[in-house]
């Protein structure tokens, strides 16, 4: 009996490890930190709540009975409960999410179908044309299509590593891959949250892209999503109601200045007002109910008010500095995994980047999308976080000499 139960023990390590390429006796990491990736990483999450203390309390004090410290210490808590996350998971070994990677995907779908049909507002949206948000006890309110990027990212991320050698097929490829980001892409598509349903095609891409696709499939991929932008670009009515009047309103610089256009206007106004140097922290005009909701996706704009482009360029410079360092840090792995979870994760902060600039700059039509370490929201920080600790378990494991 004890030399059967013996046995039994043993397999039960052996399954593990064929799942996840380590054994039970190894779920901490031991090795050091990158510690630029960790500095950079707290000087974004400092100035970012600083930034957003300073474009959000004129709103707090109108919205909510002159609390100007509303949106601030909400994401506070947030901010150090994701650095407890960040701090936890980067003593992880990595390798152990693999075994989390079909009950989260399933969890994830579900979660994005759920919310299609109980769902709240947030700041004012209206639900009929948000459908973002699944309410949760004590006024908080939970979005998956944050949870999907990351889901999205550990997928690609263990199929590509472990049919690398098939991603020139286009059955293991193209079809597969390409299955889930549709399965994604469409879910999100019908919150009616069209920065995300991008986003996460643009994560999807470049991790396929990255992961060995035939390049010549994927230019082909390239040249449809193209057609498919060009289409829409000219013929915007063939989209639903909100998205159609932002597009018309990104072609059409005078539709409705007091409607679709205004969030826009005023955020150019902003941006302008900065000049160089800018007007001072805390001395923004335009946060003074002018940038909606400007704690959200149009912080930058008054980024640039405050800081001018000298303080928006440095922000820009960090965030580059940022996703390089990710690749550094990707480029040292001992393992296919670890290296596309980082592309994945600094790849996913540097398109968002990206796109919250060319929004707020009148670049984009206005999708919607936020600002990392930056923008309110709590499951945003929370999970942005996570990943930064996922980088730093791949980081310590890097840091160890290869045998």
Request: proline share 3%; with cysteine; hydrophobic share 50%.
């Amino acid at each position: 009996m004890p030399e059967r139960a013996a046995r039994g023990g043993e397999q039960k390590i052996i399954k593990a490890k064929n799942r996840t390429g380590i054994s039970k006796d190894h779920f901490f990491v031991t090795g050091s930190i990158d510690i630029p990736f960790l500095a950079l990483t707290i000087a974004l999450l400092t100035i970012g709540l600083i930034m957003l203390f300073s474009a959000s309390y004129p709103l707090a004090y109108y919205r909510f009975h002159h609390d100007s410290y509303h949106y601030f210490t909400r994401q506070f808590v947030f901010a150090v409960v994701g650095l407890i996350a960040m701090a936890v998971m980067s003593k992880v070994n990595y390798k152990w999410l693999k075994v989390a990677v079909i009950p989260l995907l399933a969890v994830t779908i579900l979660l994005l179908i759920i919310v299609l049909f109980y769902h709240t507002n947030v700041g004012g949206a209206d639900e009929s044309d948000f459908k973002r948000w699944i309410p949760l006890p004590g006024g908080l309110t939970f979005q998956p299509s944050d949870l999907a990027k990351f889901t999205i990212i550990l997928t690609f991320a263990s199929y590509i590593s472990d049919y690398y050698g098939k991603m020139k097929n286009f059955k293991y490829g193209v079809m597969y891959p390409l299955g889930i980001i549709v399965i994604f892409c469409g879910l999100i598509f019908l919150e009616h949250h069209m920065s995300c349903t991008i986003l996460m095609f643009l994560i999807g891409a470049t991790m396929m892209w990255v992961g060995g696709s035939d390049w010549k499939l994927f230019a082909f991929g390239m040249a449809v999503l193209v057609l498919v932008v060009f289409v829409v670009i000219t013929m915007p009515d063939m989209l639903e109601n909100y998205a159609g009047d932002r597009v018309k309103a990104w072609l059409d610089k005078d539709f409705e200045p007091r409607g679709a256009r205004w969030q826009t206007n005023n955020s150019l106004y902003a941006i302008g007002s900065g000049g160089l140097f800018g007007v001072g922290l805390g001395n923004s005009k335009q946060k003074y109910l002018y940038v909606s909701e400007p704690q959200n996706d149009f912080i930058f704009s008054i980024v640039c008010e405050e800081l001018g482009f000298v303080g928006a360029a440095l922000i820009i410079l960090l965030f580059t500095a940022l996703v390089i360092r990710g690749f550094v840090i990707a480029s040292r792995c001992h393992d296919r995994f670890g290296a596309l979870l980082i592309i994945g994760i600094v790849a996913q902060i540097g398109i968002q980047v990206g796109l919250n600039i060319l929004v707020v700059t009148d670049t984009l039509p206005n999708t919607g999308i936020a600002l990392p370490f930056f923008s309110y929201g709590g499951t945003s920080i929370l999970l942005l976080l996570f990943q930064i600790g996922v980088v730093l378990s791949v980081s310590r494991k890097a840091s160890q000499k290869k045998v």
